[in-house]
């Protein structure tokens, strides 16, 4: 009779939601928290270029001097995590996002705007790559891959409703969507006081840790995934984030609101189908749901510069918002499950300084191409980069999924109790 008890609490444990975790619903505050720092800002941009007297070409440079800092910094904090703990790296960086990122409020001067969001991106450096971490330390097999699942579908939620909250409050005037990161410093005390997540615990010289890791990312897969992770932030911070919203502005002249709204559609889509990756992942093989992907992006990209009415945007916005959902979870999950927890940080936060460096070349570089061939050149040069990373991935990279993230789960489903 205890047997039988025993066995029915197990299978109610093993019945209960990820998602309902208080350490995952954590670092869904910190998610929603970082990737603030460009969605909400976006929509402004036809603003700031007019009330700040700067080119096209130029605005990007808020997207660039923000990523910037994660490239150099992004490998040092990650080692920091694994030598000294996730929080203490954590709960500073949190509250130097916010205080930065709030202070551009105060600013009307596009040098020092810059200079602050240079400091703000320090904050935002480790965070994603950190939050990461965490629920691959606290996660393995296919819970990992609906963790970082959700976790993307939290992201794609954030980056949809920061651009209409941003473009509501740009209304008023540019500067208000700088608001918004002023509520990094509630969540930097949430995760000082409540966020109960393992630890490592690495006893290691520094130059044998770093070897380890090294050996790890010399792992061809890891190469090709770092590859194609730069080319996705230069298609998504370049075509999508940079030239999209101006593309709106300039030819169809609508407000900043309107520039929000049009833009929360891909990442409501996205954050639908991330929901689901947990799902998706035990039908396809993670070789098929990439490529699909991908070869999704290429075909938006290829739609946007065509579309005449503002209302048939909503078919493009729906392929790219399928695509994003589907591609980045996939990806982190299969980097997570490739370093053991006390190289995870370090190794996660170098795979991230590789994706910050398509986020800061994608408005440099899309601002080069877009100055030599208009506004519709971004556009075609993402779904070029796209069909790159098709036939990256069809040189076969990559294992099968259960292979890569294959076990049992860490933390599991008591991460509560950890």
């Known amino acids: 009779m205890s047997l039988m008890k025993s066995d029915i609490e197990e299978k109610r444990k093993n019945k209960r939601k990820i998602y309902m975790d208080t350490n995952l619903r954590i670092i869904f505050g910190v998610t929603l928290t970082y990737i603030m720092g460009v969605s909400s800002i976006t929509p402004a941009f036809p603003r700031m270029v007019q009330e700040l007297n700067i080119s096209v070409k130029d605005i990007g440079l808020l997207i660039t001097f923000f990523t910037f800092p994660g490239i150099l910094l992004t490998p040092f904090l990650g080692f920091l995590a694994d ?26 001067e596009f040098n020092l705007l810059l200079i602050l969001r240079l400091f703000q991106g320090v904050g935002a450096a480790s965070l994603g790559s950190l939050s990461v971490t965490i629920i691959g330390d606290s996660y393995s097999g296919k819970e990992r891959a609906a963790a970082l699942g959700y976790n993307s579908s939290v992201r794609s939620i954030g980056s949809a409703i920061y651009p209409t909250i941003g473009g509501a409050l740009a209304i008023l005037g540019w500067h ?29 010289h520094i ?18 995934l770092m590859l194609i992770g730069i080319l996705t932030f230069i298609i998504l911070f370049g075509s999508y984030m940079t030239y999209f919203p101006l593309l709106l502005g300039d030819s169809f002249r609508v407000s900043p609101f309107i520039i929000g709204i049009v833009m929360s559609g891909m990442s409501f889509i ?44 909503s078919i493009p916005i729906l392929i790219f918002g399928v695509a ?95």
């Open 324 to 418: 994003h959902g589907v591609s980045i979870p996939i990806i982190q999950t299969i980097l997570s499950g490739l370093a053991p927890m006390e190289y995870r940080a370090t190794f996660m936060s170098v795979s991230g300084m590789a994706f910050r460096v398509g986020q800061t070349l994608g408005p440099f570089l899309m601002g080069i191409i877009f100055s030599i061939g208009g506004i519709g050149a971004p556009f075609y040069t993402g779904a070029f980069l796209s069909v790159i990373i098709v036939l990256i991935l069809i040189g076969g990279l990559f294992p099968d999924i259960n292979k890569v993230v294959g076990g049992k789960s860490v933390g599991g489903r008591s991460c509560d109790k950890v």
């Open 176 to 204: 208000y969507p700088f608001l918004l990161p002023l509520l990094a410093i509630p969540v930097g005390l949430l995760v000082l006081f409540c966020l109960k997540n393992p630890e490592p615990k690495n006893e290691l």
């Open 207 to 224: 130059k044998e840790h770093l070897n380890v890791v090294w050996k790890r990312l010399k792992n061809p897969q890891v190469t090709g």
């Open 270 to 313: 996205a954050a639908i189908t991330s929901s689901q990756v947990g799902k998706i992942v035990k039908i396809f093989s993670e070789k098929i749901l990439l490529r699909a992907a991908f070869s999704l992006y290429a075909l938006a990209m290829l739609i946007i510069p065509h579309v005449s009415e503002i209302w048939l945007f």
């Open 83 to 108: 030598r000294w703990g996730r929080k203490k790296i954590f709960v500073p960086a949190l509250l130097l996002f916010g205080i930065a990122g709030g202070a551009c409020f105060l600013v009307r």
